[in-house]
């Protein structure tokens, strides 16, 4: 493969910068294409600034990915040159223990690979994900998209903010006659409102952005919480189903667990860089309360989530930016001023280089 264009940190500390990859020649298993859009997720951030420990420099982060496909290798059988495709966030994984023969891949027993920070299967090498001008990648982590060609940025990102949030609704059986709270309007939040409520599920959105909730009204929800607001809070008490919590910073999570019914489960997405306030046990006793986690989703049903967003003609709400507005892409993540996915246009990465 030529060398492929990049932006990368070279430290915690570091910006986001121009930076040259060599992608392997893809092999007979794998598709090689050119990323057309790259959405930016929070955990784009949190790894390049090694919030979570373990960020391998240079990171070049991304795994929102859509493109079009360059080449195929010789044992290729389900895409074609031209065709345009996604990659979520695995690349990889051992495909031989339990829950990769289930389907589970990002559960994997021996380590799935990361889109990027890697390591690769062989050999412990790193990865670099899609703020990147081509990718190369197995046949069996690359997703077919059924939407019109035109909503092809506003795609990018079901591959991780859309199955994240699908993936546990699914899980949790979310479906009519449930009552659903989503916690956080961002990239997360806002795909967790739209599917959700194509779930047949009645939708609550809790935000601390008072300014939301008109888009929430719209996105989906019936209703909307203001969760500093502790009235607004109380009225919901015991009543929900099913919350899934996307939020991005340590919180007080018995403010929502009390919103639980008996048997009810709140299942965390968001993966603060510290932890939440230990919750209280007696929110949970009481009423067999259940506090879970979930992450990503496997590749089936990524599959079945950007066929299942086709059907209901859900796409992601986006703001546009160019490569080298990333870091103020950032910048506004942290304020929560997303409205409600960043996507890199990669046609400008060759100016930002
Ligand atoms: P995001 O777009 O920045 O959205 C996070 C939202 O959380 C904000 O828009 C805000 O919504 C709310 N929020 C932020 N700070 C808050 C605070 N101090 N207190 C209460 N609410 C706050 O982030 P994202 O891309 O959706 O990602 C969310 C989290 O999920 C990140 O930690 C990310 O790493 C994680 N994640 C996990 C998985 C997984 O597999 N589990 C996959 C992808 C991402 P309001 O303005 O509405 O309050
Ligand atoms: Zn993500």
Redo the contacts with the bound molecule.
């Keep these: 493969m030529p060398e492929s264009l990049a932006y990368a940190a070279q430290s915690a500390t570091s910006p986001l910068a121009p930076f040259s990859i060599d992608r392997r020649s893809p092999g007979p298993t794998d598709v090689a294409l050119d990323i057309l859009y790259c959405g930016v ?3 784009d951030l ?1 790894t390049a600034r090694d919030e979570w420990g373990g960020t391998v420099y240079p990171c070049v982060p991304g795994h929102e990915i859509v493109g079009r496909v360059t080449s195929v290798g010789n044992k290729v059988s389900k895409f074609k040159v031209g065709e345009l495709v996604g990659v979520g ?1 695995m690349v990889d994984s051992c495909q031989h223990c339990k829950p990769c023969a289930d389907g589970l891949e990002q559960y994997c027993d021996n380590g799935f690979t990361g889109t990027y920070n890697g390591p690769e299967q062989s050999g412990g090498g790193n990865t670099y994900g899609g703020y990147a001008n081509q990718l190369v990648v197995r046949e069996s982590f690359v997703l077919r998209i059924a939407h019109d060609e035109k909503q092809l940025a506003a795609v990018a990102p079901l591959l ?2 859309g199955i ?1 949030t699908y993936s546990p609704l699914k899980q949790w059986g979310v479906g009519p006659g449930h009552k659903v709270g989503i916690v ?6 806002h795909m967790g409102v739209k599917i959700a409520a194509a779930m047949g599920a009645e939708v609550v959105l809790f ?3 008072a300014g ?1 909730r008109d888009d929430a009204l719209r996105l989906g929800a019936s209703a909307v919480v203001v ?1 500093k607001n502790a009235d607004e809070m109380a009225a919901h008490a015991g009543s929900f189903d099913f919350i899934l919590n ?4 340590p ?1 007080n999570l018995d403010a929502f667990l009390v919103l639980l019914k008996l048997d009810g489960t709140m299942t965390r ?4 860089a510290s932890p939440h306030p230990s919750p209280g046990v007696f929110n949970l006793i009481m009423k067999r309360r259940r506090l879970a ?4 989703g496997g590749i089936r049903e990524t599959q079945d989530m950007l066929d299942f967003c086709a059907e209901h003609g859900i796409v992601s709400d986006i703001e546009m930016i160019r490569m080298d507005e990333i870091e103020e892409a950032y910048a506004r ?1 942290l304020k ?1 001023d ?1 409205k ?2 960043f996507v890199i246009d990669m046609a400008s990465l060759k100016q930002a280089a």
Excluded: E, Q
């Design positions: 997720c929070h955990s949190h966030c991780c903010a994240t956080g309007l961002g990239g997360l939040g935000t601390t952005s939301k969760s996307t939020v991005a910073a919180h997405g968001g993966a603060p986690g979930s992450l990503i993540m929560s997303v409600y996915r």
